[in-house]
């Protein structure tokens, strides 16, 4: 056994549920606060099991970052809140950890169809909102879509607006046939649609993008040819803030912003250490150490995303979350919506169906930083203050 004196694995133990034989937890939040990053280091099967295919680092295996972590997983239990900003140096585990989010994910309805045609088209809309093939198959009873596993979309930096929204499929116009191609907005619905350095995308591009994410849909028009397609999927964006300066209408349309910096406490740097040193020797058999915990953590999500809509907002609280924006000379009105979007998010991840203070006071620093404009050079200093601001004030609304 690789000894792990630094931090014994033992209070990070639930207990056993007896019927099940796998570990209980009171809530979803208390799942990722004690499992995340801590296991039992074993050396067992450590031969690499020579899979050609990637193994991502398992989301729960992640040491830290607990407000990224949290963001992240209250952007998949409420689209509400306008998808999560990631700032931070290289190295900080931002990539890793969006690419272990698409564990906790549900399987989705994809259709089998060019267009894009799903049941729930019909039975929302009628069988004219789908393809005439389409309307036949359903009438035929023959289903129109596949089970498939939740993904990661990575938008390209060097992404053409025609890539990114789709555009007139060449081939098609050889044979006098005019047909739209679609674009990686529309096969990120349902989906995570992740954007690193979005600093360097074009502005052209960032509004499309941020204006289907808002919609959860979008229209193209080419060559009198138009369709309109589904883009429900979070949205993520990272950004280094050392490279390509911060625009504030970008920093604006994210919900919630986290900054990620290097682990402080020397156990949480050697348990990532020690985790990444299992990691890379067989990816395998470390994401099995975490397999029973992140089906769990699966289900528990699928269940807070259906609860969310239930999650009262008490009209004291909601005040108190407007004083607060008042007070630091917040303009924007998404403001409001993200704050109060992620505070219905953890009250539901800690099952509560009304919303508390300590549910609004938990997520306000990343529901409220970096919502002022002016910010310059100095970013990290700038925000250090920032959040002080928003600490010292919460601080005093909680003790008085
Ligand atoms: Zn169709």
Redesign the pocket.
Known sequence: MMSNNLNPPSNGNPSISPDTGIPEFRSLQELIDKVSGKHVHSMDHNEDSGLAHPVHYPFLAIVGQYEMKMALTFALINPQIGGVLLLGPRGTGKSTAIQGLTDLLPENNV???????LEEDVESEGLEA??????E?YAKGVS?STKEKAHLVELPLNAKLENVIGGLDKRQLSHNRMRLKRGILSMADQNILYIDEINLLGDEIINAILDAAAMGRYTIRRGGVSATYKSRFILIGSMNPDEGNLKPQILDRFGLRVITRGLKDDNDRYEAYLNSVQYRKNPLHFQQLYEQETFIAKNELEEVRREISKVDLPVEIAKIGIKIIQDLNIESLRTEIALFEAAKAHAAANKNVVVSMADLLSVAPMALRLRSTNLNSSFFEQQANNDKRIVDLLTRINTG
Request: glycine share 6%; proline share 7%.
């Open positions: 259709s089998r169809c060019f267009y894009g045609c789908v393809c005439p093939d389409c309307a198959k129109l």
